[in-house]
């Protein structure tokens, strides 16, 4: 399983790069197998790169392109927002994530750059981004020139915001901040925080990770370079607007100065170099002409027979403009920066506890599982191992919608049932992009098994007083061929009900697929796809009245349904009284129930009777079953009755807004599952994928 963490921040120039770089020398210590992910970036019309991408890409030597290293640029966020594709936003993202995840034992992920307009829409898309992926957050702020309440206001606000979602706080790291602070807020940090196990760490203001290189300040101003193109790294510790006399000037010095005066001012220019060359003078960093006035031919003639000049550089903007706008541009660390990557590294490992971040790492459990990425889930799981999917409703046109999407993708192999020229005059009629002839479309009356099928489905059903007449009826029906279709190994599985009953899906299934062995019934479940987990709801469709031993091997049947979809199992059997306190006939129903499934598997997590609010709130169950496994954090959830349980999944779904997949029907030998007569397209999407899934594991 890889390993994730998320750099969140709230702000610009919080100092990501370093952390970056700390973070991921740490995780290669352990493997080869690191990769580094921004969801969002900036991008530029020229079509520069990402600088950190670039940076650690570079400096690690990781084995993606960088390409694969992102998810969006953000003006194609803002696009498809405008276009009220926020889905989509979340959809790419995610593919992306998940085809660079494929290849990493450990995947550091990096938020966007809050250099925009809109800080709190970014934010929002941030919040969401990492709550979908389900990595921990490392929280990272900027304490530059900040008090101490101001930075813990700051943290305790994202703090918030993130646990709103659910997120999964990691650990907290302060940057930049002035050494006079630092003792007292690592006691501050120590004593809001040390509670929750966090990460701590305090990073000091360290200016040479701040200045810019002469390279920097000629990009962001838009200068044009003179001479000294040797020197563009050279670092800007500060800037001399000066156009005082020489004598004065030169009094003024100081290291790494960069020098800015009027593009005449020969002198100037001349005293500069040479103040350079002298002992006596300290390094400068370089020279700013402003005014867009070009040096005397003869000073220049000077400056390009020098062997090392200073990079002199040259703008348009008056003086008072250009030292304006060169005081607002901020160092960076960039690949092949070597003097700032080993600053950061060794700020890195005097400031973060790297055995308590291994440590955290180790110890992190996922919280669950939000809807959009179970979806995915789904889809990439049907793919691994494609399946044949037989469709008995071949002419509806939501089906058909579907079948688009499912063939375009490549997730499972496809039959539909039905007339050819019916289903081609309802792709022509609703415009979907399908070739009927490219379709494996079948007849059942016309299909060369037909007979074959009618003598099977005979012998299977003359103890019950089936005759052969009959059997070639049923046989017509689209849902006894594509039932006995999935019996004969000639489709792996069969989805049905976008038109037809319930009654009409199952009855074929349960006569002649039947139950697999150590299950008496069928029964069902729905995934209940919550805004930040997936819960599972069985049954809700199938078994009005189980006794005892029927809502125990439901019980047993939705734990094994929910693990071959990647949640675990931490069964709560429902009732209206939790632990031993309650008495009555259908409490006693449900003690039953749970004694018997522990005993058919005791290795389980499960537990009961429970009422729903123990179930799910960690308080409660503290207070109800103390000590429980499974009260608080449960995932799968039994419904003593049929009556109980739709009217439940239903409630859940119309107050929360949750997404309900289902029925998914478990116990058979082979997978058939029904659709609601009111399905959407991506209903049937994921049904079939869920389909394919269970042909997976049979």
Known sequence: MTISLYISTLEADSGKALLALGIIEQALLKTTKVGFFRPLIRGTSTGKKDKEIELIITQFNLPQNYEDSYGLLESEVLQLINQHKHEQVLEKIITKYKSLEANCDFILCECSDYLGQSLALEFDINREIVQNLGCPIILLTNGYQKSIEEITSTIQIALDAYQEKNCQIMGIVVNKVVSQQINELNQVLASEYDQFNYLLSVIPYTSKLENPRVGEVAAQLQASLIDGKKKLDNLVSDYLVTAMQVSNALNWLEEGQLIITPGDRGDLILAMLQAEHS?????????????????????????????????????????????????????????????????????????????????????????????????????????????????????????????????????????????????????????????????????????????????????????????????????????????????????????????????????????????????SLVSSVFFMCLESHILVYGDCAVNPHPNPEELAEIALASAETASIFGIEPKVAMLSYSSGSSGKGEEV????????????????????????????????????????????GQATVFVFPDLNTGNNTYKAVQRETGAIAIGPILQGLKKPVNDLSRGCKVEDIINTVAITAIQAQNI
Do not use: W
């Not at 499934?597 to 109800?624: N, S």
């Open 279 to 519: 002992v006596n003078y300290p390094s400068l960093a370089g020279i700013l002409l402003s005014g867009g006035i070009s040096p005397a031919p003869s000073i220049l003639k000077l400056i390009d027979g020098l062997a090392h000049p200073l990079p002199i550089l040259s703008v348009e903007t008056d003086t008072y403009t250009t030292a304006a706008l060169a005081k607002e541009v901020k160092g960076s660390i960039i690949a092949g920066d070597i003097e700032k990557i080993r600053l950061s590294l060794e700020l890195f490992a005097k400031y973060v506890d790297g055995t308590k971040l291994e440590k955290r790492l180790r110890e992190i459990k996922s919280h669950g599982i939000t809807p959009k990425m179970f979806i995915y889930n789904l889809h990439q799981q049907a793919k691994s191992l494609r399946k044949h999917i037989v469709l008995p409703e071949g002419g509806e046109p939501r089906i058909l919608q579907a079948v688009s999407f499912l063939l375009s993708q490549g997730m499972v192999d496809l039959t539909l049932l039905g007339s050819r020229k019916d289903i081609e005059s309802s792709i022509r009629k609703h415009g979907i992009n399908l070739d009927v002839n490219t379709l494996n479309i079948i007849t059942p009356k016309q299909h060369p098994k037909f007979s074959e099928y009618v003598e099977t489905f005979y012998e299977l059903r003359k103890h019950k007083g089936m005759t052969l007449d009959a059997a070639k009826d049923y046989m017509i029906d689209v849902s006894y061929f594509g039932t006995m279709m999935v019996e004969c190994g000639d489709a792996d599985g069969m989805v049905s009900g976008a038109v037809h009953t319930t009654q009409h899906t199952i009855r074929p299934a349960l006569q002649i697929i039947k139950t697999k062995p150590g299950f």
């Open 588 to 631: 006693e129903k449900v003690r039953q129930a749970t004694a018997i499934a522990q005993q058919r598997q005791p290795e389980l997590q499960l537990e009961g009777p429970m009422q729903y609010d123990a179930a799910v709130d960690a308080a409660v169950a503290a207070q109800k079953m103390p000590g429980s496994k499974v009260a």
